[in-house]
């Protein structure tokens, strides 16, 4: 109930904040007020919230948990990325002035015809991106109150969209800041209760040598259909349906594959091996804690699958369209630089704390490898730390801070797809924009309710993918290469854009299921990185029509600004 | 005529597909909309010898050689000089031939003068290969097409001047109003208040020193709304504290840029056409509210209203006494960002008035 409570509050107070316009109390008379800028670390607070997503929240323990320490690498690369976002990108953008990312490469190029190219771009990457926060709020929903998957997947939709329609971006600078609180302490709560355990603990290892088994008694509810495979012979008792059998409270030996439907409850005793989910790699714990070797990550090639995750996330990160417009809100470069040292402070401990959750998710959640429910990990361990009321208010702070993750960055993620529809490829005004924020929303509901099998940092992985390709280069090489032309960005676009969503379908609808096919489709930005960045440059060195008047350009990204203001004194 | 017209057709050696000629004529206008340069000529030269099949053209400004296309020949100060010589005698109508001796060769060079509002501005000229007459109608058409659209590129460019034209009268006819306005209520203050008139005597200053410093068409709103709150401060000293001020802003609307005193003037118009005659404790409302890729600005007073047919006289610009400041922003807001960035404005007699302007946060193109 009380976790309940927690996110209901978390949910209620990010609307009526938004909504309401509660702008930093900016309703005054005193015009010094009223035109402060957002100080740098508020806005800091305000990225982070936009960049702690239900991906890293629920994801990253949900990976760590599955494929273990390999999985580190995806953390290590959105950790890079925002230092190159910081060292390259943050502030040359600030300067130059564009609000979005197409207009940035518009005006840097002088290419208006490759303002909707870059918009489409835009649009694949973050929606992806979006479904994956849906996913986030329907796997939430339904380990917080029970409710079929789907519900949380449309209440979430639905509310994001009319707080945005009804103004709800008045006050998204203080509203996103504000959930930044709750994100990071509904991953420091639990992660302090474990150092603590820990420190007055025997001393074990968390993780034992085994394959996952269970530690105690263990009753799992099956909230989706599954097939699961039992290499043991097992001996349960199961409620439900198993293999089109309707049981109740029956004993039954399972050995080999299993269908296991929907709403079905199985209990097992401890020391009992997890009846994985068909698919999933049985690890032992020291194949979990040591990295690469033999594991089906990256179609069996986890040597590749580390590049290509380091390389994806860390280009996907600079050129996620939500996270770079949040600069905009800093008055200058500079501010944008300091920002962005401020978000990479608060960041990196919040990626540190990450993989403990999922590791200590194999010894308290080892279920959720066998009822496909890995993306609750975080909810799930929050639950069970303790007993009690404790527990609750565990849960309750975890569940919170999940909630907040995915409606902020949810929230961020619409008006970069509504923006970039009306107003980059249709040109139009506010009441479109009204009008693309509920279309993207309903596209994206429909398209979260389909995509609950699919696993968080999947679609993120497309996402990344697809923007580390498409965008990230006309991003560096705009800014830092003066000789870029907009052939070589609309090659790169095109090309880009093309191959890494061609890769991501081949993935989703099962084409490719195994081996190097499977490495290069479904984690490509090893190769489409690198080859983005050939054909940017390759086309541009042939294209006769350079850019006119690149020396100016390259002044208003990288000389500071003017220090000239209007009530400063004359020195 | 019909043999005439098929002889047309060879001697212009056009290609197979008409789409060719226009996607190049196409191509060409995009280019000549900077007016004659290096780069336009280039391109004039390149045109004219692909679709008139000839050895090399030159293109000159006046009669200084910009491009050339075709072979390399070095015949700059030949084509120079009858250059001067074409320009000087205004052979503006059709293109003549002549011919050149480049060292030991002779060659048939057809010039045509390239004219901008009947100006005389240039020249093309055209060496024919060999043998193979040039088309000069084709010539002479070519030559007005370029013409025309340089004349646009030139009107492109007298709206730009217009605009920074319009921004520094609107700086001057902020002050003579303004400048009277508020010396005489600090006059008024010096011997009842002698503090206060110090006080707004430097405001003043600081307002005068804001504005001269202006130096580009846009700001950061933040920068203006500090120019407003200079400009309430002296309103203040003689409206009294008959007006009260409400501000609500968003700060993600603080960076965009604006165009330099537009939020002033809507708020001079506020206080002079709503407030000023109205009896009694009147009030200001400015709100700048963040929607996605644009801002909203909107400057709202409670004051006596307009009458709705005056201000649309004042629109269709039939009655020129009043509104002019907000009819020289909303022009200035449509050339600046687009026509449809127009001001909206909501009123009637007695009833306030609120102005709304709209702007997108990515600035327009810098030229």
Same mark, same amino acid.
């Given at each position: ?60 323990? +949900? ?43 518009? %005006? ?48 979430? %939709? ?42 007055? %603990? ?26 699961? #495979? ?104 500079? #501010? ?197 960045? +050939? ?37 | ?367």
């Amino acid at each position: 109930m009380i976790p309940t409570i927690a996110v209901g509050a978390v949910v209620t107070m990010t609307m009526v904040l938004g909504v309401s316009g509660l702008r930093f109390a900016r309703t005054t008379s005193n015009f010094f007020v009223a035109s402060r800028a957002v100080n740098p670390v508020w806005n800091a607070f305000a990225v982070c919230g936009e960049a702690m997503s239900a991906a890293s929240y629920l994801g990253v323990p +949900a990976l760590i948990l599955v494929f273990g320490v390999d999985m580190l690498w995806t953390l290590t690369g959105w950790t890079i990325g925002f230092l190159l976002l910081s060292l390259f990108i943050a502030a040359p953008v600030r300067r130059f002035g564009s609000y979005t990312i197409p207009e940035f490469i518009e %005006g840097r190029l002088d290419a208006p015809r490759l303002r909707p190219l870059v918009a489409m771009a835009v649009i694949t990457s973050s929606w992806f991106f979006l479904l994956a926060q849906l996913k986030g709020a329907g796997v939430v929903t339904r380990q917080l109150i029970g409710a079929p998957y789907w519900v949380g997947v449309v209440v979430v %939709g639905v509310l994001v969209a009319a707080g945005l329609s009804a103004g709800g971006m008045r006050g998204i600078t203080f509203v996103q800041g504000f959930q930044f609180f709750f994100i990071f302490l509904g991953i420091l709560v639990p992660f302090t209760v474990l150092a603590f355990d820990r420190a007055s %603990g025997d001393g074990e290892p968390i993780i034992s040598p085994d394959p996952p088994l269970f530690m105690v008694d263990q009753t799992v509810d099956y909230p989706s259909d599954v097939t699961i #495979e039992a290499t043991t012979s097992t001996a349960v008792t199961i409620s439900g349906t198993i293999d089109g059998r309707v049981v109740d409270a029956e004993p039954v030996v399972l050995l080999g594959e299993h269908d296991i439907a929907l709403g079905t409850t199985i209990d097992f005793t401890a020391g009992d091996l997890v009846p994985l989910e068909v698919g999933r790699d049985r690890l032992t714990g020291e194949q979990w804690a040591a990295p690469l070797g033999d594991k089906n990550i990256g179609g069996g090639h986890p040597l590749y699958f580390s590049y290509a995750s380091l390389l994806a996330n860390m280009f996907g990160i600079i050129a996620l369209p939500h996270i770079v417009v949040r600069y905009y809100t800093n008055p200058t470069g500079r #501010e944008a630089r300091r920002t962005n040292l401020w978000v990479l402070a608060m960041i990196a401990p919040y990626y540190a704390m990450l993989p403990l959750i999922g590791a200590v998710g194999r010894v308290l959640s080892p279920d959720l490898l066998s009822n496909g429910n890995t993306d609750s990990t975080t909810v799930v361990v929050g639950n069970r730390l303790a007993d009690g009321l404790g527990g609750e208010l565990i849960d309750a702070v975890v569940s919170a801070g999940a909630a907040a993750a995915f409606l902020s960055t949810a929230s961020g993620l619409l008006i970069a797809i509504a923006g970039a529809l009306s107003h980059d490829i249709l040109n139009a005004g506010v009441p479109q924009f009204r009008l693309a924020v509920w279309i993207g929303a309903g596209v994206s509901i429909a398209a979260g309710m389909a995509v609950e099998s699919i696993d968080i940092n999947v679609l993120i992985g497309w996402s990344t993918a697809i923007a580390a390709t498409a965008i990230g280069p006309l991003l560096v090489l705009g800014i830092w290469w003066p000789g870029f032309t907009e052939r070589g960005a609309i090659a790169t676009v095109a090309i880009g854009g093309t191959v890494t969503t061609i890769a991501a379908m081949l993935t989703l609808f099962g084409v490719v299921d195994s081996g190097w096919a499977l490495a290069f489709a479904a984690t490509p930005a090893a190769w489409s990185v690198p080859l983005a960045f +050939a054909i940017a440059i390759t086309v541009s060195v042939l294209d006769p029509n350079k850019v006119t008047d690149v020396a100016h350009k390259f002044a208003l990204m990288h000389l500071p600004e003017r220090a000239d203001n209007l009530v400063e004194v004359d020195a | 005529m019909s043999r005439n017209r098929r002889w047309d057709r060879r001697a212009l050696r056009l290609p197979d597909d008409p789409s060719d000629v226009l996607g190049a004529l196409n191509e060409l206008n995009q280019h000549l909309r900077r007016g004659l340069d290096e780069r336009s000529a280039a391109f004039i030269a390149r045109t004219t010898r692909q679709l008139l099949d000839c050895r090399v053209v030159a293109v000159t400004a006046d009669s200084t050689l910009l491009a050339q296309d075709g072979e390399a020949v070095d015949w700059q100060v030949e084509v120079e000089d009858h250059a001067t010589l074409v320009l000087e005698r205004r052979r503006t109508a059709k293109p003549t031939l002549y011919t050149m001796s480049l060292g030991r060769d002779q060659a048939e060079v057809a010039v045509a003068v390239l004219t901008s509002d009947d100006v005389p501005i240039g020249t093309i000229h055209a060496m024919t290969v060999q043998g193979q007459p040039l088309n000069m109608n084709a010539l002479r058409e070519l030559t007005v097409l370029v013409g025309s659209q340089l004349q646009i590129a030139e009107l492109d460019q007298s709206r730009a001047f217009a605009a920074e034209a319009e921004l520094r009268a609107l700086r001057a006819q902020l002050s003579p109003h303004f400048l009277h306005n508020s010396l005489t209520a600090i006059a008024g203050l010096v011997n009842t208040d002698p503090i206060r008139a110090r006080s707004a005597i430097s405001q003043f200053s600081d307002f005068l020193r804001a504005s001269f410093r202006i130096q580009s068409d846009l700001w950061t709103l933040s920068e203006e709304l500090r120019l407003v709150d200079l400009y309430l401060e002296l309103a203040r000293v003689r409206f009294g504290d008959r007006f009260d001020v409400l501000l609500t802003i968003d700060p993600e609307t603080l960076p965009v840029q604006v165009p330099v005193l537009s939020v002033q003037t809507l708020v001079e118009n506020a206080l002079r056409h709503g407030l000023e005659t109205k009896p009694g404790q009147g009030s200001l409302h400015l709100g700048a509210e963040n929607d996605g890729p644009e801002i909203t600005i909107t400057v709202e007073d409670d004051g006596v209203g307009i009458d709705p047919d005056r201000l649309q006289q004042a629109l269709n610009g039939t009655d020129t006494s009043s509104h002019v400041g907000i009819l020289a922003t909303d022009t200035r807001l449509r050339s600046t960002f687009g026509p449809e960035y127009g001001l909206m404005i909501a009123t009637a007699a007695n009833a306030g008035t609120k102005v709304i302007m709209r702007l997108p946060k990515n600035p327009p193109k810098r030229g």
